[in-house]
Antibody, heavy 122, light 107 residues
Framework: EVQLVESGGGLVKPGGSLRLSCAASGIIFRNAWMNWVRHVPGKGLEWVGRIKSKVDGGTTDYAAPVKGRFTISRDDSRDTLFLQMNSLKPEDTAVYYC?????????????WGQGTLVTVSS | EIVMTQSPATLSLSPGERATLSCRASQSVSDKLAWYQQKRGQAPKLLIYNASTRATGIPARFSGSGSGTEFTLTISSLQSEDFAVYFCQQYDNWPPGTFGRGTKVEI
């Protein structure tokens, strides 16, 4: 059974930083492309970014609103995905999900974690 | 950006009834359309991809149809566990792809 468990969310002041983690099990993590997706209150779901597997280059892509502030990385030895968020803004307030990208289905978010809430407020 | 519009925002039905949810794209996305279900407090779950293919383990009462700009998710006979929020997502230009705002199916 595929399980994705996010952690690290919380309350942070504008301009602050936070690091989210996503622990994966039930997949061969080193071969998986992974995404971060967020659900902004009142605005819906929004793709944040993606990291490819190292065998496919390990490159990252980011949505325009977070490019230059957020960094996605992975530790394949620990089956864990990370999202480093810097220079946080109130509009980054959201539930953040990690998802698998085309892992078993021809779909970009075939498995999701439960999410972790990030609140950016003074 | 391709805008995905879901309707209705809320669908009030009874167990056993048929649910028809719509998702419209602002431009053609071919068949690159997925449907997700999210129950309160749970992770979203992939139901349908490529507009009409059921994901592994998804019951046959869920079906997807459409192509281009108009898509439909049909639940043939609502079960109690089907009351949830349903999102559509286009991934013709993945990433980033775009999501609809969701349809809540309630009793």
């Amino acid at each position: 059974e595929v399980q994705l468990v996010e952690s690290g969310g919380g309350l942070v002041k504008p301009g602050g930083s936070l690091r989210l983690s996503c622990a994966a099990s039930g997949i061969i993590f080193r071969n998986a492309w992974m995404n971060w997706v967020r659900h902004v209150p009142g605005k819906g779901l929004e793709w944040v970014g993606r990291i490819k597997s190292k065998v496919d280059g390990g490159t990252t892509d980011y949505a325009a609103p977070v490019k230059g502030r957020f960094t996605i990385s992975r530790d394949d030895s620990r089956d864990t995905l990370f999202l480093q968020m810097n220079s946080l803004k109130p509009e980054d307030t959201a539930v953040y999900y990690c998802t698998t990208d085309h892992w078993v289905a021809a779909a970009p978010n075939d498995y999701w974690g439960q999410g972790t809430l990030v609140t950016v407020s003074s | 950006e391709i805008v995905m519009t879901q309707s209705p925002a809320t669908l009030s039905l009874s167990p056993g009834e048929r649910a028809t949810l719509s998702c419209r794209a602002s431009q053609s996305v071919s068949d690159k359309l997925a449907w997700y279900q999210q129950k309160r407090g749970q992770a979203p779950k992939l139901l349908i991809y490529n507009a009409s293919t059921r994901a592994t383990g998804i019951p046959a009462r869920f079906s997807g149809s459409g192509s281009g700009t108009e898509f439909t998710l049909t639940i043939s006979s609502l079960q109690s566990e089907d009351f949830a929020v349903y999102f559509c997502q286009q991934y013709d230009n993945w990433p980033p792809g775009t999501f609809g705002r969701g349809t809540k199916v309630e009793i």
